[in-house]
């Protein structure tokens, strides 16, 4: 096995119920053990577990849950029974378990943040195996993260992880459809997430793999930026834990950027909704992300939604990809009037002192390359 390191285990719920429709408990005791013999070999271990609304919908034994309603109250039933189940395992190796429940709403003021990265660093320090889920009880839509896969790099993120393992009912990211498709190949390194790829992983999951793949690819670009090593594998396979560590499994590898990011770009990865878009010229485009320059007034053409000085808005192209998103320095009817300016008429325009960056780069992460 290679160097100690701390690793951020995502198990979705097909690899939870071996893909039957409750949890299956030879499946999580041999993922137990597994997990103790990372952390007998000095790796720190964090699961995020899903299963809880499979869980509560095997415990009422109804085929409900289809409404986000239903939804919340199978989770907040099956929540317990999924903890219990990690505890009760744990517990046969002498590991104590701590749950975290987390929604975006705790990952977007940097506060909160904080405190939930100093409080999952504390168990961590203590040997406690932290189970992380969403709080599928009160996550309504406009705070939830929606998927496990986007959650486990946020956990990473938080974590200060070096690698997530998204296991999975795949070995990895086929060419093809590996289902009904022969000739389909596992793509065995990926250096950046790329338009291609997500074509090939679909939106629905009938193109590839199964149907997360797309929020999977998410996971790895956010991730990966992040300065995390990301592995997709199949969560069944013998010893995959040790075999992943040991770079002997069948899986896909998303490799981590080289230029290590700090601490407030980390969260600006992955804590903040944004409520705004600027779009800029390709000039500045070109500048921010070849050059690691701040956005200046001069390079915005238009400014939409709303937002407040110090909200987190996107840098989008003309064509409307988004290729960065950073902490702007004015609010949107400012910025309106500040559009186009050159920096040195910007307190003419605005009847205010104001810095030249719009977006200063330090508080900036780049989303896509150009
Ligand atoms: N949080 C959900 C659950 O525990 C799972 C979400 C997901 O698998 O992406 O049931």
Not at 240 to 255: E, G, M, Q, Y
Not at 316 to 323: C, E, M, R, S
Request: contains cysteine.
């Amino acid at each position: 096995m290679e160097q100690k390191s701390t690793v951020v285990i995502k198990l979705g719920t097909s690899v939870l119920t071996a893909g039957t429709k409750r949890l299956n408990k030879p499946r999580m005791i041999e993922l137990v053990r597994q997990c103790v013999e990372l952390k007998r070999a000095g790796h720190q271990v964090i699961i995020v577990s899903s299963g809880a609304v499979a869980a509560g919908r095997d415990v009422l034994n109804t085929e409900i849950g289809h409404s986000l309603a239903e939804k919340q109250m199978l989770a907040a039933v099956g929540q317990g029974q999924l903890i219990h189940l990690w505890q009760s395992l744990f517990a046969i190796y002498d590991l104590p378990v701590a749950q975290m429940l987390l929604t975006r709403a705790d990952l977007e003021h940097r506060e909160r943040y904080l405190t939930a990265r100093d409080m999952l660093l504390q168990l961590l320090s203590h040997e406690v195996i932290p189970i992380i889920n969403e709080n599928d009880a009160v996550a309504t839509t406009e705070i939830k993260v929606g998927d496990n896969d986007n959650l486990s790099a946020y956990v990473a993120i938080l974590a200060n992880a070096d690698k997530l393992l998204l296991l999975t009912d795949q070995h990895g990211l086929f060419t093809q459809d590996p289902r009904n498709n022969p000739n389909a190949q596992l793509i065995d390194k990926v250096e950046r997430v790329n338009d291609e790829l997500r074509a090939l992983a679909g939106d629905s999951g009938t193109a590839l793999g199964t149907g997360g793949m797309s929020t999977k690819l998410q996971a790895a670009d956010i991730a990966q930026r992040a300065g995390v090593d990301v592995i997709i594998a199949k969560g069944s396979e013998d010893n995959i834990l040790n075999r992943v560590l040991s770079h002997t499994a069948k899986s896909t590898t998303f490799v981590r950027f080289e230029a290590p990011i700090g601490g407030r770009k980390r969260w600006l990865l992955s804590g903040p909704k944004s409520t705004g878009r600027v779009v800029c010229d390709d000039g500045a485009i070109e500048a921010i992300c070849n050059r690691g320059a701040s956005l200046l007034a001069k390079g915005v053409i238009a400014v939409e939604g709303r937002f407040q000085r110090g909200d987190l808005v996107q840098i989008v192209t003309q064509a409307g990809l988004i290729i960065a998103q950073g902490l702007c320095n004015l609010d949107d009817p400012a910025l309106q009037l500040a559009k186009g300016c050159h920096s040195r008429e910007l307190e003419d325009v605005l009847g205010y002192a104001c810095s030249s960056e719009i977006i200063h780069r330090d508080n900036l992460v780049i989303l896509a390359s150009v």
